[in-house]
């Protein structure tokens, strides 16, 4: 199984993840998954670091968010600048 999905992207712009799967199987069981409150939780690391992150898998979602501290310890940085919002929210402004 190959699981592909953004990071982050420009607000103006579709997502583009998509998941495929073995076999072209409508489903497939993920490691590292588990459930917490309702919500699925996905185990995973980036970029080679060691560090165990857990993201809620919220299928609704456009886009994956990490906090600014957590992208700094992960030596990530931010190419562009872009907003985000929701349902009955004002957007916000955010680098990408």
């Known amino acids: 199984m190959v699981l592909m ?3 982050a992207q420009a ?3 579709p ?3 998509k998941i495929f799967f073995a076999n072209d199987g409508p489903s497939a069981r993920l490691p590292g998954v ?10 995973l690391s980036l970029n080679e670091n060691k560090e165990d992150l857990r993201f809620v ?3 609704g979602a456009g886009r ?7 992208a700094q310890r992960l ?6 600048k872009g907003s985000l919002g929701g349902v009955g ?7 990408l």
């Open 89 to 95: 929210t004002r957007r916000v402004d955010v680098d």
């Open 34 to 43: 588990t459930v917490e409150d309702h919500h699925p939780v996905v185990s």
């Open 15 to 17: 997502c583009l993840a």
């Open 64 to 70: 994956t968010v990490l906090s600014r501290a957590v």
């Open 75 to 80: 030596g990530l940085r931010a190419t562009a």
């Open 11 to 13: 607000a103006n712009e």
């Open 5 to 7: 999905t953004t990071v």
């Open 57 to 59: 898998f919220d299928t």
